[in-house]
């Protein structure tokens, strides 16, 4: 059983913020490349040793507004991205044989001030008398609804889930993003004067396009898949989204972890289950893995991360049925061989969204999850922003 | 928004930040970029009879992972035609109407050659003229640049020559190579001058390549002095600026130059008295576009702190800088170290002890055990900042004001005999090292 503390110190953020001095050193160390491949990298775009330049002239504000500008999720994807594979693996001190530049760190620090300071960087655009209906509120629809809203069109977000953000409230692993944080941002985003509704399921875009000029759609992804195995309806089965939700939106206490804890799947979904149920205070938490480690498609960085938190990863192992007298007691593979455990967290990916139809219609525009079929929160928003210059200029205005 | 726009003894441009003459105002080319990306002034290469350049032209300081601190140069004014470079000053000031154009002169010191070169410049249009009388290399030895802006009498002289003709705003351009800048800024304002602008490069020779002894920047294996510039010249100029601001005989305005590179260098030259900003070397670096966090950070700034206009921030900080003898001898501080962000490297207690006044005291290092290693001897301590500018870490050494009763007192008005002297740390202490623990 661990104490409080322990819980505490297990989902504390694991990139802990930079200090004032540190974010100024580290600023300071950018070498301000021209065409540079850390911007290329971001999916938004985000001018990074612009941002950074500013971090190291002392205009805070400034730098965040170069962020947010590019990308209405920069708060959360300073925390959340996958920093390795993008700007911070692109950059040249790499190929100097160095560490690259903290970008996300530094990202980190001047949007952590606007939060901080309560700095309203955006404004809503002139009324252009339009309105726009965007459904669902993760990062792609509301960063689609933040750049229509600076547009100028009037914005109402249809969300399902009770609380607004998306997986950026609800599935981001605790130690890299707070659901506060993410509420936090999003509020930002709908002070510009966005109209939101929540625990609200929209049926039909036809509806909707009866009393809108046009529709964005970003649902984003269903439910996870199943296995297809027997034992499945064991109690003790989970699959991955909901034991992450529960645990993002009750004290560390209250959700429930096994001893031994069993995650099937090896993508960064699964990842973030396993050290999680690790942290919650599992004796043991192994990934099941019916092909091989290089074809896992978990970053390497979370794998690491993964063996260090002292996950064990199984590989060429093929679940093949769940066992137990009422309750899970292992997992039997291809073989023969059984692993015993008291928990199973499935993570084999989700579904696409099949009970919203949405209909051919050049006023409706989707993207994010349900149109990538699954991505970062950079993408989301990247595609957010793509989307609100199309509807922008659908509605007759002009994209600069 | 605070208000950027600046109005420079008649010249009027849409922020403070101009080019400053040298190689990225070389054409029109580079300048047309420039105002596109949001400059508001561009100063031309100087013009005058086309020179032959060497190869081998800049040299560079670094300081650990930092390069170009300091820079200097062996480049002489511009190597095109003056009909070309005339020309496209006149294309830009058509194509950017808006846009401050002052073009930089420089002709051999005969009246009708500067009378001359005036009048041509101002059939381009141009909004200024600037006298580059600073330029300490290579020009300098013909008679030009600083050989003219070194000697009062010819400054003035060249100004009047210039004045006869010019029916645009004539800005003195000045060295910092003299021993005392006033003299010639009050010369010029004798001749005529409608502003100034400084400071041009300092005399410098980078540093020498020890496998060959050759001087750099080095010209098939010889070098020559050349003019410094760059981050590291900033406190020189700010000096400079704010000695010539504060003169009473020179009430034209000024142009500041010296190693701005950010905002934040440039804010600070304006409350010292600077009109407007010139930049070089930082575009050399980084180019064009490092104007938009000049015009965002100077703004933001002003913005949180209420300032609208560049008038209101202008010359602020400029009554604050007085003689020594004006200075408060009561005003009495102590430093202090916070333990809880102290990392132990004792560099505040070496330079103390060794290059100072022996007021911090080191403490045993146990290890693990984590207590302080250093503490101020508060009866030594003499308030002088050493251990705070050597001190790694941001706000861990601060200098905090020791409160007295007694009346401020400066050096002049105790020499005098009026006023008192609060008692003070030890003034006289000896090097603690035969006594501590070695």
Same mark, same amino acid.
Not at chain 2, 213 to 239: N, R
């Given at each position: 059983?661990?104490?409080?503390?322990?819980?505490?110190?297990?989902?504390?953020?694991?990139?802990?913020?930079?200090?004032?001095?540190?974010?100024?050193?580290?600023?300071?160390?950018?070498?301000?490349?021209?065409?540079?491949?850390?911007?290329?990298?971001?999916?938004?775009?985000?001018?990074?040793?612009?941002?950074?330049?500013?971090?190291?002239?002392?205009?805070?504000?400034?730098?965040?507004?170069?962020?947010?500008?590019?990308?209405?999720?920069?708060?959360?994807?300073?925390?959340?991205?996958?920093?390795?594979?993008?700007?911070?693996?692109?950059?040249?001190?790499?190929?100097?044989?160095?560490?690259?530049?903290?970008?996300?760190?530094?990202?980190?620090?001047?949007?952590?001030?606007?939060?901080?300071?309560?700095?309203?960087?955006?404004?809503?655009?002139?009324?252009?008398?339009?309105?726009?209906?965007?459904?669902?509120?993760?990062?792609?629809?509301?960063?689609?609804?933040?750049?229509?809203?600076?547009?100028?069109?009037?914005?109402?977000?249809?969300?399902?889930?009770?609380?607004?953000?998306?997986?950026?409230?609800?599935?981001?692993?605790?130690?890299?993003?707070?659901?506060?944080?993410?509420?936090?941002?999003?509020?930002?985003?709908?002070?510009?004067?966005?109209?939101?509704?929540?625990?609200?399921?929209?049926?039909?875009?036809?509806?909707?396009?009866?009393?809108?000029?046009?529709?964005?759609?970003?649902?984003?992804?269903?439910?996870?898949?199943?296995?297809?195995?027997?034992?499945?309806?064991?109690?003790?089965?989970?699959?991955?989204?909901?034991?992450?939700?529960?645990?993002?939106?009750?004290?560390?206490?209250?959700?429930?972890?096994?001893?031994?804890?069993?995650?099937?799947?090896?993508?960064?979904?699964?990842?973030?289950?396993?050290?999680?149920?690790?942290?919650?205070?599992?004796?043991?938490?192994?990934?099941?893995?019916?092909?091989?480690?290089?074809?896992?498609?978990?970053?390497?960085?979370?794998?690491?991360?993964?063996?260090?938190?002292?996950?064990?990863?199984?590989?060429?192992?093929?679940?093949?049925?769940?066992?137990?007298?009422?309750?899970?007691?292992?997992?039997?593979?291809?073989?023969?061989?059984?692993?015993?455990?008291?928990?199973?967290?499935?993570?084999?990916?989700?579904?696409?969204?099949?009970?919203?139809?949405?209909?051919?219609?050049?006023?409706?525009?989707?993207?994010?999850?349900?149109?990538?079929?699954?991505?970062?929160?950079?993408?989301?928003?990247?595609?957010?922003?793509?989307?609100?210059?199309?509807?922008?200029?659908?509605?007759?205005?002009?994209?600069? | 928004?605070?208000?950027?726009?600046?109005?420079?003894?008649?010249?009027?441009?849409?922020?403070?930040?101009?080019?400053?003459?040298?190689?990225?105002?070389?054409?029109?080319?580079?300048?047309?970029?420039?105002?596109?990306?949001?400059?508001?002034?561009?100063?031309?290469?100087?013009?005058?009879?086309?020179?032959?350049?060497?190869?081998?032209?800049?040299?560079?300081?670094?300081?650990?992972?930092?390069?170009?601190?300091?820079?200097?140069?062996?480049?002489?004014?511009?190597?095109?035609?003056?009909?070309?470079?005339?020309?496209?000053?006149?294309?830009?000031?058509?194509?950017?109407?808006?846009?401050?154009?002052?073009?930089?002169?420089?002709?051999?010191?005969?009246?009708?050659?500067?009378?001359?070169?005036?009048?041509?410049?101002?059939?381009?249009?141009?909004?200024?003229?600037?006298?580059?009388?600073?330029?300490?290399?290579?020009?300098?030895?013909?008679?030009?640049?600083?050989?003219?802006?070194?000697?009062?009498?010819?400054?003035?002289?060249?100004?009047?020559?210039?004045?006869?003709?010019?029916?645009?705003?004539?800005?003195?351009?000045?060295?910092?190579?003299?021993?005392?800048?006033?003299? &010639? =800024?009050?010369?010029? /304002?004798?001749?005529? $001058?409608?502003?100034? *602008?400084?400071?041009?490069? #300092?005399?410098? @020779?980078? !540093?020498?390549?020890?496998?060959?002894?050759?001087?750099?920047?080095?010209?098939?294996?010889?070098?020559?002095?050349?003019?410094?510039?760059?981050?590291?010249?900033?406190? &020189? =100029?700010?000096?400079? /600026?704010?000695?010539? $601001?504060?003169?009473? *005989?020179?009430?034209?305005? #000024?142009?500041? @130059?010296? !190693?701005?590179?950010?905002?934040?260098?440039?804010?600070?030259?304006?409350?010292?008295?600077?009109?407007?900003?010139?930049?070089?070397?930082?575009?050399?670096?980084?180019?064009?576009?490092?104007?938009?966090?000049?015009?965002?950070?100077?703004?933001?700034?002003?913005?949180?702190?209420?300032?609208?206009?560049?008038?209101?921030?202008?010359?602020?900080?400029?009554?604050?800088?007085?003689?020594?003898?004006?200075?408060?001898?009561?005003?009495?501080?102590?430093?202090?170290?916070?333990?809880?962000?102290?990392?132990?490297?004792?560099?505040?207690?070496?330079?103390?002890?060794?290059?100072?006044?022996?007021?911090?005291?080191?403490?045993?290092?146990?290890?693990?055990?984590?207590?302080?290693?250093?503490?101020?001897?508060?009866?030594?301590?003499?308030?002088?900042?050493?251990?705070?500018?050597?001190?790694?870490?941001?706000?861990?050494?601060?200098?905090?004001?020791?409160?007295?009763?007694?009346?401020?007192?400066?050096?002049?008005?105790?020499?005098?005999?009026?006023?008192?002297?609060?008692?003070?740390?030890?003034?006289?202490?000896?090097?603690?090292?035969?006594?501590?623990?070695?």
């Amino acid at each position: 059983m661990l104490t409080d503390e322990q819980l505490a110190a297990n989902f504390a953020d694991i990139a802990p913020p930079l200090t004032n001095d540190a974010a100024l050193l580290e600023a300071n160390k950018c070498l301000f490349c021209h065409d540079a491949p850390c911007t290329i990298a971001c999916p938004t775009h985000i001018d990074v040793p612009a941002f950074i330049k500013k971090i190291a002239s002392g205009n805070l504000r400034g730098s965040a507004r170069v962020i947010l500008s590019a990308n209405p999720f920069g708060h959360s994807c300073a925390r959340a991205c996958p920093v390795e594979v993008l700007c911070e693996g692109a950059c040249v001190l790499n190929e100097r044989d160095e560490q690259p530049i903290k970008i996300a760190l530094l990202q980190r620090h001047a949007t952590d001030y606007v939060l901080e300071k309560k700095l309203k960087l955006f404004a809503p655009g002139k009324p252009t008398g339009k309105r726009v209906a965007i459904v669902g509120a993760g990062p792609a629809g509301l960063a689609c609804a933040r750049d229509l809203r600076c547009a100028g069109h009037a914005v109402t977000v249809f969300e399902a889930k009770p609380q607004p953000g998306g997986l950026n409230t609800y599935g981001i692993a605790e130690y890299k993003l707070k659901a506060d944080v993410a509420l936090a941002e999003v509020q930002d985003i709908v002070d510009l004067g966005i109209e939101l509704k929540t625990g609200v399921t929209v049926t039909s875009i036809n509806t909707l396009l009866g009393e809108f000029d046009a529709v964005f759609v970003g649902v984003g992804l269903g439910s996870t898949k199943k296995l297809g195995i027997p034992g499945e309806e064991l109690p003790g089965v989970i699959d991955a989204l909901t034991f992450i939700e529960h645990l993002k939106t009750h004290p560390y206490r209250e959700t429930p972890v096994g001893r031994h804890v069993v995650v099937i799947g090896a993508g960064n979904t699964a990842i973030d289950a396993v050290t999680q149920a690790k942290r919650l205070g599992a004796t043991s938490a192994t990934i099941v893995y019916r092909r091989g480690e290089a074809d896992m498609s978990a970053y390497h960085y979370e794998y690491e991360l993964a063996k260090k938190d002292g996950c064990v990863f199984r590989f060429n192992a093929a679940p093949q049925r769940i066992v137990g007298n009422g309750a899970v007691a292992g997992l039997e593979l291809a073989g023969g061989e059984t692993i015993p455990c008291d928990m199973i967290i499935l993570a084999i990916g989700q579904g696409a969204r099949t009970e919203l139809k949405v209909p051919s219609d050049p006023r409706v525009f989707t993207g994010g999850d349900c149109a990538n079929g699954g991505a970062e929160i950079v993408n989301a928003a990247a595609e957010g922003v793509t989307a609100a210059k199309r509807i922008h200029e659908f509605l007759g205005g002009v994209v600069r | 928004m605070a208000d950027l726009r600046t109005d420079f003894a008649g010249i009027q441009s849409p922020n403070p930040f101009w080019l400053a003459s040298g190689p990225p105002t070389n054409t029109y080319g580079q300048v047309a970029k420039a105002f596109d990306q949001g400059w508001g002034g561009a100063v031309w290469k100087t013009i005058g009879e086309p020179i032959i350049n060497v190869f081998s032209r800049y040299g560079s300081v670094d300081l650990g992972q930092n390069r170009m601190m300091g820079f200097n140069n062996i480049e002489l004014i511009s190597d095109r035609p003056i009909a070309d470079n005339l020309k496209e000053i006149a294309e830009v000031k058509r194509n950017y109407p808006k846009h401050a154009i002052i073009a930089s002169l420089m002709v051999e010191s005969k009246r009708e050659s500067w009378h001359a070169i005036v009048k041509q410049t101002e059939d381009t249009g141009a909004d200024g003229i600037e006298l580059n009388f600073g330029c300490p290399h290579g020009m300098s030895e013909r008679g030009m640049g600083s050989a003219v802006g070194q000697v009062p009498d010819y400054t003035c002289q060249i100004v009047e020559w210039v004045k006869e003709v010019a029916t645009i705003p004539v800005i003195v351009k000045l060295t910092p190579n003299v021993t005392d800048i006033t003299y &010639i =800024a009050r010369a010029a /304002v004798k001749g005529g $001058a409608d502003a100034l *602008s400084l400071i041009n490069t #300092i005399n410098s @020779i980078v !540093g020498v390549d020890l496998a060959t002894f050759e001087p750099q920047p080095s010209v098939a294996g010889k070098s020559s002095h050349g003019g410094y510039c760059g981050p590291a010249v900033k406190p &020189i =100029a700010l000096h400079l /600026v704010s000695a010539v $601001a504060a003169d009473p *005989s020179v009430k034209i305005p #000024i142009s500041g @130059i010296g !190693g701005i590179a950010s905002w934040h260098d440039a804010a600070e030259f304006i409350t010292l008295g600077a009109g407007t900003l010139q930049v070089c070397t930082a575009v050399m670096h980084y180019g064009f576009r490092i104007v938009e966090d000049l015009i965002d950070g100077l703004s933001n700034w002003m913005d949180e702190r209420g300032f609208r206009s560049l008038d209101e921030i202008r010359g602020k900080a400029l009554p604050r800088v007085t003689k020594w003898e004006q200075l408060d001898l009561n005003y009495h501080l102590l430093a202090h170290i916070d333990q809880d962000t102290c990392i132990k490297c004792e560099l505040c207690w070496t330079a103390c002890e060794d290059g100072a006044h022996q007021a911090i005291r080191r403490l045993p290092r146990d290890n693990g055990g984590g207590g302080p290693v250093v503490e101020i001897i508060e009866e030594a301590c003499v308030g002088c900042n050493l251990c705070a500018a050597v001190c790694p870490v941001q706000g861990c050494i601060t200098m905090r004001q020791v409160p007295n009763d007694y009346a401020p007192v400066t050096w002049k008005e105790y020499a005098a005999g009026r006023g008192k002297l609060a008692p003070r740390s030890e003034q006289f202490h000896t090097a603690t090292w035969s006594r501590s623990a070695k």
